[in-house]
């Protein structure tokens, strides 16, 4: 292998090559879905993304237009399955967004005690390495999350913080994890994606992870 | 001044519902190309558009008209969940079977009619970086782009080693960057 082979494949771009990897698509099977989970809680990779994306935005104008059905109910029955909004017509406002999710938070305050049932959920998440697991096991009825690492502790002045990324993309932190098994509360759902990154000791001093993504899967039923 | 996709991305980031159908009237037709484009099947793009509109609702908030235009986004939008449908092998990949050479023409093809001054003079610079590239590269970059080939499916289309693909796109990305940002 030449010294630019070299340069190439591990240089400092290597974060930058891997952004454009994965915009192209060119990543297969778990490096795609490790890219694309890393894309989620990593801030400055998901930065990368963004600048590629922007750079080969022009290409979008290679997609011809074509006829498309016209699908808009459907989608809108996906959307709002079922809620009363129809009667107000379109361009109901924020308030009647407000009130029904009142309504929401409300019905399923009343109803809580039915999903005590729901089966557990769970998540294994392992490093690239495979030396360091964290296996997560979520009891839905009390809220409450067991998560049990195994392999090499983080430095000195340094911790592992767990992270969950709802559908907005933003990621949430559950909290530091500490020792070989931290228990937390937190209101979770199955198909969320949990990750853990290395932050400085007591957890990352931004609302977002600031230190590099060890590993990440979704939640799933147990 | 903003344009109608761009606009209606903006209200329904305020769950603005009328806005949705505005978008789908402007954008359905564009996504719809395009997944045909990369998941290569009626049944399946269709039921992708749905899903991408779906996201779109979810995800407004996260568009920033300030990093680009609003037909861009969900052009972004709409490739991921292309290629997470591809990556996962829900999706036999039937847009495969088409040659490499049709991605070559990207001058010949041109900007599509929503396509405005800016966007073409963009596009002149994304032809240019392409064409200081080799030629079988600028292919594989825009195959990958367009139709969702990965590493492995251009490195058995070019009959080279899955390392030597890498090497080369990677170089060639490295380049890109460099005349792109310029």
Known sequence: MSDQDTHVLSGPDSDDLLAAEYVLGLLDGPDWLAARDRALVDQAFAARVQDWEHRLAPLNAEFVELPAPDLLAAIEARIFPARPARRFGFGWGIAAGLALAASVFVAVALFAPQFSREPALQADLVDEAQTLTFQISYDRSAAALSVVATGPEPDEGQDYELWVIDETGVPRSLGVLTGAQTRLTAALEPGQTLAVSLEPAGGSPEPTPTGPVLAAAPLTDA | ?182
């Not at chain 2, 991921?80 to 990207?106: F, G, I, K, T």
């Not at chain 2, 392409?130 to 009959?159: H, I, T």
């Open chain 2, 1 to 182: 001044m903003q344009d109608e996709i761009t606009r209606s991305l903006l209200r329904i980031t305020q769950k603005d519902r009328a806005a949705l159908n505005v978008l789908y009237q402007h954008a359905a037709p564009k996504l719809m190309g395009l997944l045909m484009r990369m998941l290569g099947n009626k049944a399946e793009a269709e039921d992708a558009l749905q899903e991408v509109f779906i996201r779109v609702w979810d995800r407004a908030a996260a568009f920033d008209p300030e990093k680009g235009n609003g037909l861009n986004w969900i052009c972004a939008v709409a490739r991921n969940l292309a290629l997470d449908r591809l990556r996962s092998n829900r999706v036999r990949q039937v847009s495969q079977q088409v040659p490499v050479e049709d991605v070559h023409d990207l001058a010949a093809t041109g900007p599509g009619p929503e396509a405005q001054s800016i966007l073409r003079a963009e596009m002149e610079h994304v032809v240019r970086c392409f064409g200081e590239l080799p030629e079988d590269r600028a292919a594989a970059v825009k195959g990958a782009y367009l139709m969702g080939l990965s590493y492995q499916d251009l490195a058995a289309r070019y009959d080279v080693p899955l390392n030597t693909m890498r090497t080369w796109l990677r170089r060639a990305l490295i380049s890109l960057r460099e005349c792109l940002d310029r």
